[in-house]
């Protein structure tokens, strides 16, 4: 088991790392909108490129933030049936590692694979913003698409991997309550 946490957490401080770097590109947002709106109704001074810088960088943030936002327990489900007083963990672990396995990295593998010839094509023809004043080299925020469902679906093999050690009775190391079953439910 010792390696198989330390798998895990390796995956989590990539998901951590992810997380951390995605809050900056928040902040920097923010930023570029303010500045761009007191341009805009201060000045009625525009720019094309800053408003899809605005857009590239929020395709950014979620693509980013998505295996940091999973490992925090902060995506939006429903859970009618996984919160009754009748789930205990083993019974979550197994809804969480079937749902991993049977829809999560599916959907990951399919995104990732689909997107990479989108990325090609974009990248072998310098592909960049058709608007007059836009932003170049949209092969590279085309390029996030892969690398961000590339980190979900690394985070969604370490959850997977957590719902293994306490099916195997073995998750003294990183228990679950600190983990695996944390944040709020919707």
């Known amino acids: 088991m010792p390696l198989l946490n330390r798998l895990i957490s390796r995956i989590e401080v990539i998901s951590e790392w992810s997380g951390r770097a995605t809050a900056w590109l928040v902040l920097g947002m923010v930023l570029i909108i303010g500045f761009d709106v007191t341009m805009r109704y201060l000045f009625q001074a525009g720019s094309v490129g800053l408003q899809e810088l605005e857009w590239h960088l929020f395709a950014l943030i979620f693509l980013f933030g998505a295996g940091y936002t999973f490992k925090h327990n902060g995506h939006v489900r429903v ?34 694979i689909s997107s990479l010839p989108f990325v090609t094509s974009s990248f072998a023809i310098g592909e ?7 932003l170049p080299y949209r092969f590279l925020l085309k390029a996030a698409i892969p690398v961000g469902f590339a980190l979900l679906l690394l985070q969604g ?19 679950p309550s600190q983990t695996h079953h944390k944040g709020t439910q919707n």
Not at 157 to 175: D, K
């Open 79 to 112: 859970d009618i049936f996984y919160h009754s007083r009748h789930m205990d963990d083993r019974r979550r672990a197994w809804v969480d590692l079937l749902g991993g396995l049977f829809f999560l990295l599916p959907f990951c593998l399919l995104i990732i």
């Open 128 to 134: 960049g913003s058709p608007d007059p004043g836009g």
């Open 157 to 175: 093999l370490a959850h997977m991997l957590r719902s293994v050690q306490i099916l195997w009775g073995n998750n003294e190391i990183n228990p």
